[in-house]
């Protein structure tokens, strides 16, 4: 299980790689390309945490989360043209 | 440990580096355009790789039915949201390194001014190809 170690702490690095990138990002556009980013990490994050602790539920709240991440972008897309089409 | 277990491992670093290359990207790049790039394409395929090696992990029937369905709605649907996030950043008028042309102007509704035209207006160049 040392990989999952591993995957764990360089996904955690790329987590706050884009945290960073969503704090200073120069334009909008930045930050919301950042939050996708971050979204990413956080669904990987909890495949990793999941089978770490051996969990039977991991894969169900992995698909929930990949099926909701997608409105997710699209939301911050709406969000970033304030409606606009 | 057994075959299944060391290719899950495997995975699961690949995938994470993906990731990292990624997250470098987003660190890295000059250009919001740049960014969109890293992400839409790193994105759909870390996920994919950390989930199949989290099922060489847990291998059981149920789980290979859901990590299919994962994998398949995934990859149709992280691509498509990172680019309405890249036509957004285009309709908001981000401004772009290295400007050149604009290729866009004519093709997106809503937006008849070029990209940055602001700053770079004397090096913009309109082709019209018809």
């Known amino acids: 299980m040392i990989g999952v170690d591993v995957g764990i702490v360089i996904i955690g690095l790329a987590c706050l790689a884009s945290a960073y990138r969503v704090l200073r990002g120069p334009t909008q556009a930045d930050r919301a390309v950042a939050g996708d980013l971050l979204l990413f990490g956080f669904v990987g994050l909890i495949a990793l945490f999941g089978i770490r602790a051996a969990n039977e539920y991991t894969f169900d709240i992995v698909l929930v989360a990949a099926l909701v991440g997608f409105l997710s972008a699209l939301s911050l897309a709406r969000a970033l043209t304030r409606g606009k089409r | ?130």
């Open chain 2, 1 to 130: 440990m057994d075959l299944l277990s060391i290719v899950g491992n495997i995975t699961i670093v690949t995938g994470a580096l993906v990731f990292a290359t990624a997250a470098l990207g987003v660190l890295r790049f000059p250009d919001a355009y740049m960014r969109v790039s890293a992400v839409g394409t790193a994105g759909g395929v870390g996920i994919v790789l950390i989930v199949a090696g989290a099922l060489a992990l847990q291998p059981s029937i149920p789980n290979v039915v859901k990590v299919a369905l994962v994998v398949i709605v995934h990859l149709a649907s992280s691509a498509v949201g990172t680019m309405a996030i890249a036509r957004a950043t285009y309709i908001t008028r981000t401004p772009l390194e290295h400007f050149e042309f604009d290729e866009l102007a004519d093709a997106t509704p809503g937006s008849s001014t070029p990209v940055n035209s602001h700053r770079s207006g004397d090096r913009c160049e309109r082709h019209d190809y018809d």
